[in-house]
C-alpha cells in the first residue's frame, strides 16, 4: 500500500512511477481521484473535529447554565448538543466512507520502482546483469524433461489428468525422491550456511492474511480458493440480515450482488491455498512492532504452492514448468529501511549458490518496471539454462518491496532508544523453485541412453543412488 501523504508531498513522481507500471494515460486521473478523496477525506475529519470540540464545550456550558438555574439557556445549549450530536453522526458515516473509497482505491494500485530499475512495458526491455556458468554440450540432441521422465516411466501426466486435469503430475520413484532431495538440500544450505531459520507455515491462510502480501484484492482469480461459496439460500439469508429495511426484490437484489461478490457468511472463515510460502512468512510479522535489534529477520519454508494460472492460458501447456501445484523453498526478510537494499544483494546470492552447487549454469536479470511483480519496488530474476528448450528459464525471483507489504500488515518496529515506530521493509525471494530445479537437473544432467546422474551435492539425499535409469 503506498503512502497517501506521500502522494500528497509528491504527486510527479506518483504519476511517473505508475505511468512507468504500464498503467498509462490513467495516472494522473487515478491522481486527481486520490487527491479529491483525500482533501474531501481531511476536510470531513477537520470539520468533525470542530463539531466534537463545540459538543464538549457545549455540554460544559449546559452544566453551568443549570447551576446558575438559568433553564432557558441550559435549554437551548441541550438542543445545540443534541443537532450537533446528530452533525457528528452524519460526519462520521461521510468519513468513514471516504476512507472505505480511498481505502479501496490505494489497495488496487501497484509498487511503485526504484530509481535504477529499467523503465519498459514488458520482458524485453529487462537487463541482464550477468550469466554464470557454461551451458553444457551434448553429443546428442537434449530432451526436455517431460521427454526424460516419461521415457523413463516415473512422471506421468496422464494419470495426473485423470486425478486433477491439467497442469498436475505425477512423480514417482526416483524422481520423486529427487524433488525431495532437492528441497532438503535447500533447507539445509539456507538454514546451516546462510542463516535462514526454517519454518513450517499453514498452506491455508484467511483473505487478511493474503491482502498484506498484496495477493488480494486484485489478483484473486489467480488464487484457489478453499472455502465453500455462498448457496442462493445462504446469500438470501444473509441479505436479509444485513439489509433488514429492504424487502421483496431488494433482498433479491442485494442477495444477487452478494453472490457475485462472493462474500462469505460471518460465522465462516475464508481461506485460500497459499500461492506461495511468502504470504504466511510474510504475515508472521503482522500487526506486530519489532525490536530493531533482531533485525533482519531472514526465515525459509519448503511448501506446496497452488496458482490458478488464470492468465497463463497456451503458455508452456507441457511439462512441469507452469503447473497449479508445484512445491517452493522460499525465502523471506524483515529489515529496517536502511538494510533492504544489500538483503536483496544478499538474498539473491544465496539463491545463486542453490545453482552453483548444482553445477547448473544461469544467468540474473533485473526486470523492467512493466514486467515486475505488482508488490515489488525492483527484482531480480534468476534464470537456468535449459538445454531441451536451448533458453534460459525462471527459477527464482527475488523482490524487495520496501514498505508497501508493511503498511497493509501494520507491521512496524521501534528503532534503538525511541519512542516512535517506522514501518519494516520485506523482501522475498525462491530459493529455489524446487519443480524447476528438477526440470534443470533432469535436462543438465541427462545422458545419450536417457538415464540421468544425479549430482554430486544431492547424492547425500539420493540414498546411495548415482544415476537415474529407465527401467528395462
Not at 513450517?200 to 482469480?221: H, I, S, W, Y
Not at 547448473?360 to 515489488?376: C, E, H, I, K, N
Not at 535449459?386 to 507489504?405: M, T
Not at 519512542?419 to 525462491?430: A, E, I, M
Request: glycine residues 8%.
Amino acid at each position: 500500500m503506498l503512502d497517501i501523504k506521500w502522494i500528497r508531498e509528491n504527486p510527479e513522481a506518483f504519476v511517473e512511477g505508475l505511468e512507468s507500471r504500464k498503467t498509462g494515460p490513467e495516472a494522473r486521473q487515478l491522481l486527481n481521484q486520490i487527491l479529491k478523496l483525500d482533501e474531501e477525506r481531511r476536510g470531513t475529519i477537520q470539520k468533525l473535529q470542530g463539531l466534537q470540540a463545540r459538543r464538549n464545550a457545549a455540554s460544559k456550558e449546559v452544566g453551568q447554565a443549570k447551576a446558575a438555574k438559568d433553564e432557558a439557556s441550559a435549554v437551548r445549549l441541550m438542543d445545540e448538543v443534541a443537532a450537533i450530536k446528530g452533525a457528528i453522526q452524519l460526519d462520521e458515516l461521510t468519513a468513514g466512507r471516504l476512507d472505505s473509497e480511498l481505502f479501496e482505491l490505494l489497495s488496487r494500485l501497484p509498487n511503485l520502482p526504484l530509481d535504477d530499475v529499467p523503465i519498459g512495458l514488458d520482458e524485453t526491455a529487462n537487463a541482464v546483469l550477468r550469466e554464470v556458468g557454461t551451458p553444457p554440450k551434448f553429443d546428442f540432441a537434449p530432451k526436455q524433461h517431460f521427454e526424460l521422465g516419461e521415457a523413463l516411466g516415473l512422471m506421468d501426466f496422464e494419470i495426473a489428468a485423470k486425478l486433477s486435469g491439467s497442469r498436475f503430475v505425477v512423480l514417482k520413484g526416483a524422481l520423486a525422491r529427487l524433488e525431495r532431495a532437492l528441497a532438503q538440500f535447500m533447507l539445509d544450505l539456507h538454514t546451516s550456511v546462510h542463516g535462514y531459520t526454517e519454518v513450517n507455515p499453514p498452506l491455508l491462510v484467511r483473505d487478511d492474511t493474503m491482502f498484506g502480501t498484496a495477493q488480494l484484492p486484485k489478483f484473486a482469480e489467480d488464487q484457489f480458493s478453499a472455502t465453500k461459496p455462498l448457496t442462493e439460500a445462504e446469500a438470501t439469508i444473509l441479505a436479509k440480515q444485513l439489509f433488514p429495511d429492504r424487502e421483496g426484490g431488494g433482498v433479491a437484489q442485494m442477495a444477487t450482488e452478494l453472490l457475485r461478490l462472493d462474500v462469505r457468511l460471518e460465522r465462516k472463515e475464508h481461506y485460500w491455498l497459499i500461492p506461495t510460502a511468502e504470504v504466511p512468512l510474510t504475515n508472521l510479522v503482522r500487526e506486530s512492532v519489532l525490536d530493531e535489534a533482531k533485525l533482519p529477520m531472514r526465515v525459509t519454508a519448503w511448501t506446496p504452492c497452488f496458482r490458478a494460472e488464470a492468465g497463463a492460458a497456451g503458455k508452456d501447456t507441457r511439462g512441469m514448468i507452469r503447473q497449479h501445484q508445484f512445491s517452493k523453498v522460499e525465502l523471506v526478510s524483515i529489515t529496517t529501511p536502511e538494510q533492504s537494499r544489500d538483503e536483496h544483494e544478499r538474498m539473491t546470492a544465496c539463491a545463486e549458490t542453490v545453482l552453483k552447487r548444482l553445477g547448473l549454469s544461469y544467468r540474473v536479470v533485473v526486470l523492467s518496471t512493466g514486467d515486475m511483480g505488482f508488490a515489488a519496488q525492483k527484482t531480480y530474476d534468476i534464470e537456468v539454462w535449459l538445454p531441451g528448450q536451448g533458453a534460459y528459464r525462471e527459477i527464482s525471483s527475488c523482490s524487495i518491496c520496501g514498505d508497501f507489504q508493511a503498511r497493509r500488515m501494520e507491521a512496524r518496529y521501534r528503532p534503538k532508544g525511541a519512542k516512535d515506530t517506522r514501518f519494516v521493509h520485506t523482501l522475498n525471494g525462491s530459493g529455489v523453485a524446487v519443480g524447476r530445479a528438477l526440470v534443470a537437473v533432469l535436462e543438465n544432467y541427462q545422458q545419450a541412453d536417457g538415464s540421468v546422474v544425479i549430482p554430486d551435492a544431492l547424492k547425500p539425499y539420493m540414498g546411495g543412488l548415482t544415476k537415474i535409469e529407465p527401467a528395462h
